[in-house]
């Protein structure tokens, strides 16, 4: 009997982008270097001197427990040969073939992430289609296994070239082509129920084939002048008077709320002093004390309306009954009485500022919405680049595009037009979407809001690709599905709850 393996060096692993925790720590590690790392020398260090292929093999790879997590108690072992280190040698030769330095930190950790996750779905799918006691026969692995290239001679099985390996050697290679065609079947098994229609492929192919250019001018929430937050002061002023005063908190019972309060009114001790042996607030270090402050503060700080006007209508020095407010039982004494507020004082208008973006942002939008209907005005006086160029607004074109909600990769997406911008975050916004492809070609659309943003979309052209139509439906109904189901696979399993995934630990543990 033939015992080898399947060798699959001339078969390519196909590496492909994907949201899992590889894409997750680049985030991560783009937004906040150290939160990984630890401190700037470490981080040194390893942009330095990490190679993780080199490093495992200054150290030695068997000198070290890779084992980087177990899916169904099978282990995700790193052992120089096996499926994890050839799955790291592809991956980390496909990287270096797109020009990748893998000495960069975070380079590494995504060769070696990827690697693990493709490690991953090929021991899970054996762990399956163990538990369902499939096999393969012997003699079906037997023949795979002599129409490998490396033990041909002139076209034919090489029985010499069979015989330089030894019987360790053979066993190993004979139990990987197993593992792979049964891989090969249970995927093969798979995708074949995902067999699509012609009429289906043609739907999909026909969503891409209508496509718009756009003209689009965006406007800024936050530019909201400081005369509208000026006549908003003043048309609230109530909510920026200021006020001080001290509290103590209770968590136990009422009883022991009251107990405390007639210790303080019959003088056996002071506030201050009751407040720092006994609240349980963040106040009581300081005597109780609260600070100075606003009166929109204090409506949420005390939310029975009247509860509040008795506490704030206290002489200075008055200390209030005891009262619940939510599973605690408080009482205050007024340091201060209500003062006006002062919108001549700098610190007072930051404070407005905040409270109107944090609790009345809807004004600052209408405000927006306002400005970009005075632009459609302009436009439809002297057009589009006239009235950008008297507001001073910056134009920016995009386009052809399809209806494509989400930024779905199997159509051109809006994203690819904005990759730096936020832009990018209109593609999940529907009422873009409406609004780009109802409005009239060459007139301005009704204003829209995305984030911080209130935009105006200038349809300025419209086609219809039958080319694009025939190819999206080829490239779906050929890949496109198949390509859906591997990701769909790999997120899966893991985030199986078989799946015990130690991945980061080890990694960081051996590598740092």
Known sequence: MIRFFMAKKDKKTVIKDTETSTSQIKQKFKSSPLLYIGSVFILVLVTVTFVGGDLLYRRGAGDLDLTFGYYDKAPITYVPGNTLANNYEQVSNYYLSQGVDLSNFYASAQAWRQAFEITVTHTAILQMMKRSNYSVPEKTVDKHVAQLPYFQENGHFSSALFNRMSESQRLSLWKEVNEELIKSNYLSDLFYRNIISKGEA????MMSSLMRTFEIISLSVDNYPESE????????????????LSKITVNTSEREAKRILDTIKNGTATFEDAARAQSQDNYADRGGDMGSR??????????????????????????????????????????????????????????????????????????AIAQARDFISDVNEAGFTTAARWRSLEINSFGPLPINYGGVDLFTTLESFFPESDLQGLSRNENFWRIAFSTRLNTPSEPFVQGNMVHVLLPVEEIIDDNMRDDISYIYSSYWLNYMMEQSIQHYFINNPRMDDRFWDVFFRTFM
């Open 294 to 367: 606003y009166y929109y503060e204090i409506e949420t700080e005390i939310p029975n309306v009247s509860d509040r006007e008795t506490i704030i209508s206290l002489p200075r020095g008055g200390i209030s009954d005891v009262i619940k407010i939510g599973d605690n039982w408080v009482f205050y004494r007024l340091e201060e009485q209500l003062r006006p507020a002062d919108f001549n004082d700098e610190p007072t208008m930051e404070r407005v500022r905040l409270y109107l973006r944090n609790y009345d942002r809807g004004r600052m939008e209408d405000w």
């Open 229 to 244: 937050y000026l006549n908003y002061a003043r048309a609230n002023s109530s909510r920026f008077q200021t006020v001080q």
């Open 202 to 205: 043609d739907f999909i192919g």
